[in-house]
């Protein structure tokens, strides 16, 4: 073994041979097998730096021309990056920082994918390196009391290490969410990232897993799992709790990385309110499909009559889209139409005010991106109602998953006059979509008979619409249509 270089780097290094000797010795294959592990080093910077190992590992499988590289050039700059970076050992993350440096054009590919080279660059060769000695514990004066330390650091890594496997599981199989999943991962990669500022091996040299009594000790609740999200809900406990041990007993060693894991913790707690709220409402809206906005002078008809039509015909939901109304006025009308879709026996969603929503009962209330947040109207509304956020780009639909919403709009589909002024996101933003996640999406904007094909055909399920219902002599016989097209 060659102490310059880490084992990962050795392994990979024997593999080189066989590359050269078969002239495939590229960029791309070099990037292929540091990422083949997800829980590697280079996997956890890609994914710090932005990149979606999904959609990376899916750019990697495509076919293309290879970016050859030279070994030799190749271990002469990781090594210039390695003495930059104040290590004596070349390891995996500096290799990759290599080859990205040394690739331009593969650097630019996966600068699409959402790579942030900046910020693989300065994880890995930071200004400041983070020195081992910096890291000896200043407060522990026993060595027993390091060890203690270590070896209750070792138990919580591996206690939020489970949990998170079981989370990344219940994203993947249970909710089969993509960008939850992703969500998951990039949280167990960035604990890796974390806990390996701590000296080398500190975590695992102290393990004495035999030794510790908490890993025989078990209450009867850990046992009993009622429902599918109960898991989900268990383990979000059981892995904020890891996280507070380590927390508190990192700081004996490092404020830094106790700092860093604070802060995963926060990122926790928002996926927890995310995942384990957002099942509950998930559930509540598992079969619905049409969803209807109407505005009282847009209709050809009263709007109670046009809700009764449109809910005879198949709609699901109806939202009252008000701009223009003095407040009362909008009151007086949200009462009635709430009472229409509840005799109609249908969801009844408040458009942009969670106050009337709350007074007059509503199912829930739909926020766009200048309306009130998600948590300003969930203090309003209480944790039951839904929260639906309108979105037009992929950057607002993660933020919506993330803020707990219960359902997104994506859209505007096509141009409409119902909006004139939105610009068209279009069909590929609603099939990356549905692609990302599973939370409930309603396609909106310019739908109705002649285009509901085209929105089917990228894998929506479930739209919104207003004008084709509105005005339409026979609401009911265009919300069977709808539905039809969405069977
Ligand atoms: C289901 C649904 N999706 C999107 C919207 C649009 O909301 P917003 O962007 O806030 O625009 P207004 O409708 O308030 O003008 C929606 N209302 N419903
Ligand atoms: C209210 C609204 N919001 C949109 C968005 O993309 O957020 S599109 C839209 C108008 C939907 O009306 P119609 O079915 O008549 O096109
Ligand atoms: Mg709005």
Redesign the pocket.
Known sequence: MDSRFSPAIERLLARFDAWEAEQSLTAERILAALVEDEESLPATRLVQAGLSLLRLRDWLTAPKVGISLSRGELLHTATQLCRESGQDQLTSDVLLLAVVELAPALCGQLVRLGFRPEQLRTAVVPENPLRPESLTPLQLSEPTELIATARVLDVGANRANESLRILDDYCRFVLEDRYLTESIKTVRHDLVATLNKLPDSLLLESRETIRDVGTRISTTGEFQRTEIREVARVNFKRLQEAFRSLEEFSKLLSVDVAAEIEALRYRVYTLEQAIVRGSDLRTRLRDLQLYV?LTGEQCVASLDWTIAEAAAGGAQIVQL?EKNLPDRELFDRARRCADACRNAGILFIM?DRPDIARLVDADGVHL?QDDLTVQAARQILGPDKLIGV???NLTQLRQAILDGASYV??????A????PH?PV?GLEFLRQAVTESTLPMFA?????LGTIQAVCDVGVTRV???????QAEEPKLVAMALREALA
């Open positions: 906005l889209r458009n766009g309108s979105t037009h709009g994506i859209g505007p589909a096509f409409t006059a119902t909006k939105e996101a909106i904007g310019g739908i109705n919104a619409v207003s004008s084709v219902i509105a």
